[in-house]
């Protein structure tokens, strides 16, 4: 079955955002302590795909060997993705674009991962701030590494912003997948 990898900073929204698009609100905890996921998850939706829910990255607060050990476990799950694909990177709307993100994106793409960006938090900010911050998002991607911009989501799981968008691109992505698999 195909598998969607959803990714991103500690605390940037992951465990809540995953729990909107599942229902299952037992699905990833939630928590208001930063790095608190830190295994790899897999949960079988509709049974026709795999939500891969993967440790936070970049908490300031956790040792140098354990950051090192994340990135291991990151790192492996990408390199044996042989059902990966897309994966979901997520940043909060809030935010300028980070370093960390801005790497690990362009790790993604020197390894062929296709991805899509998640905004998260979009009930944070008025829809005039949030264009803007998208595109100057955008814009600082295609300024640096990309010739592209990646597709984006705006979503807020507190106010059930989002879900129908990420959900249908999954379900086309998926039909593309088993289309290619029955050819
Ligand atoms: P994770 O560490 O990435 O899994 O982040 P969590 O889902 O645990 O969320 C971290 C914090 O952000 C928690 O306090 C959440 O309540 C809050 N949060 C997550 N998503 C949203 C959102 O869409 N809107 C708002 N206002 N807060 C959010």
Known sequence: ??????????NVGKSSLINMLTERKHLA??????????????????????????????????????????QKYITNYFEQREQLVCSFVLVDIRHEPQP?????????????????????????????VIMKNVHGY???MTEDIWEEAPDYFVTSSSKAIGRDEVLSFIDSVNEEFFANKKA
């Open 1 to 10: 079955l195909p598998e969607y990898a959803f990714i991103g900073r500690s």
């Open 29 to 70: 905890k939630t928590s208001g302590r930063p790095g608190k996921t830190q295994l790899i998850n897999h949960f079988k939706i509709n049974d026709n795909w795999f939500l891969v829910d993967l440790p936070g990255y970049g908490y300031a607060r956790v040792s140098k060997k354990s950051k090192k050990t994340f």
């Open 100 to 128: 960390i993100d801005m790497e690990f994106m362009q790790w993604l793409g020197e390894n062929g991962i296709p991805f899509c960006i998640i905004f998260t938090k979009a009930d944070k900010l008025k829809p005039a």
């Open 138 to 140: 955008l814009q600082k």
